[in-house]
Structures are given as structure tokens and as C-alpha cells.
């Protein structure tokens, strides 16, 4: 089975770069087809996809985040990581990992989830 699990700081300081890193068991993050999603969720508000990872190595990212994002992987590791730069407290949010049959949909494992808040 398929396992996901985030890590990183849990405080992040307005105007710096929010890293995480995703490391996956029990599947290769370089297997065909699937996507390695980032999503995030923040308080009252429901998921976001941030972007992804597909298994060639390809990236793809939400629009509104895209000149903030950065998703690169380390297949030696079998791990993907989520960059953010400039963040503010609208970052704030509990973030996810997981893996899609789709680049922004059909998810079929997730991590846990890791909360992040952006305060000075």
C-alpha cells in the first residue's frame, strides 16, 4: 500500500519560503501514470490544488500560485517538495500531499497532513 507523509517547518515567517517534502512508500513516485499533488487548506475554506508532480518529471500549477511555486523531486529518495516563496498569513493552512490518476483530481492516497502558519 501506497504511504504519504509531509514534513517540514510547522512555522514559517512572513516573506520567506515555505518548504516541504513528501516522502512516499510502497510505490516509486516515478511510476506511470500518476501525479504527486500538493493541496492545501486552509481555516474555513476548502482544498486547494497547488501542483504537481507527474511521474516523467512534468510540472503543472494553479494559476493563481504559479509565479510563488516551486515542485521538484528527489527520485533517489522517493520524495517530492513543495516550495512557496513569499508567503504570507493567508498561507496559513494544513498542507497535503497525494497521489492523482489525474493532475488535479482522482486522488487515491494522501498524507496526513501538515499544518503550516505564517507568523512573525
Known amino acids: 500500500q501506497v504511504q504519504l507523509q509531509e514534513s517540514g517547518p510547522g512555522l514559517v515567517k512572513p516573506s520567506q519560503t515555505l518548504s516541504l517534502t513528501c516522502t512516499v512508500s510502497?510505490?516509486?513516485?516515478?511510476?506511470?501514470?500518476?501525479?504527486w499533488s500538493w493541496i492545501r487548506q486552509s481555516p474555513g475554506k476548502g482544498l486547494e490544488w497547488m501542483g504537481a508532480?507527474?511521474?516523467?518529471?512534468?510540472?503543472y500549477y494553479t494559476p493563481s500560485l504559479k509565479s510563488r511555486t516551486s515542485i521538484s523531486r528527489d527520485t533517489s529518495k522517493n520524495q517530492f517538495t513543495l516550495q512557496l516563496s513569499s508567503v504570507t498569513p493567508e498561507d496559513t493552512a494544513v498542507y497535503y500531499c497525494?497521489?492523482?490518476?489525474?493532475?488535479?483530481?482522482?486522488?487515491?492516497?494522501w498524507g496526513q497532513g501538515t499544518q503550516v502558519t505564517v507568523s512573525s
Open positions: 497525494a497521489r492523482g490518476e489525474r493532475v488535479a483530481s482522482d486522488y487515491d492516497y
Open positions: 508532480i507527474r511521474y516523467s518529471g512534468s510540472t
Open positions: 510502497g510505490g516509486s513516485i516515478t511510476t506511470a501514470s500518476y501525479y
